[in-house]
């Protein structure tokens, strides 16, 4: 993605739904769970001062984080150079990516905006992951769980 621009290539079943894209070029910024709740008590607004992306897809079930948005990473890549015009039209600084764990798509997304940013030479909006993704913000306790839309603990007993 170097020149600004994403392309995508088919894939075939046996193929890992990312190794159609780029692998990042940058790893993002890591955001604890502790830092993104500072974020949320000092009054920042999710969709104005910030965006909360879970990349989660068929498992999105459980529930997610206020305020966040489902964009699949399946789906993602090419997507990007119009979520950064959405994202900076609207004055967002920074953008917290994340899915089960955000060792995999959570990481990925995050380099991969991250990498956009950069061609953009934009120095202004950050790209980050949030450490330990749903499933450490769950097994943090009743604290973050009070912080979910459409939370199921049936779905996280199994996790």
């Known amino acids: 993605m170097a020149s600004g621009k ?7 079943p046996e193929k890992q ?3 159609a894209f ?8 890591v955001i604890t769970r502790e830092t993104f709740v500072s974020w949320l008590q000092a009054g920042q607004v999710p969709g104005k001062d ?3 992306v879970d990349v989660r897809r068929i498992d999105y079930e459980g529930g997610t984080i206020c305020g966040a948005i489902n964009l ?4 993602l890549y090419a997507t990007i150079p119009t979520l ?3 994202f900076s039209t609207a004055g967002v600084k920074n953008v917290v990516w994340f899915c089960g764990s955000s060792k995999g798509r959570g990481t990925r997304a995050g380099g991969w905006f991250a990498d956009y940013i950069s061609s953009q030479n934009d120095t202004t909006m950050q790209s980050n992951v949030l450490q ?3 499933k ?7 604290e973050y769980i009070k912080l979910m839309d459409g939370f199921d603990a049936s779905v996280w007993k199994s996790s």
């Open 6 to 12: 994403p392309t995508t290539t088919p894939i075939s």
């Open 17 to 19: 739904w990312h190794s």
């Open 22 to 29: 780029p692998a990042p070029e940058s790893t993002a910024a």
């Open 50 to 52: 910030f965006v909360l």
């Open 72 to 75: 699949p990473a399946q789906s």
């Open 84 to 86: 950064y015009t959405l």
């Open 132 to 134: 330990g993704g749903i």
């Open 136 to 142: 450490g913000w769950v097994a943090a306790g009743d």
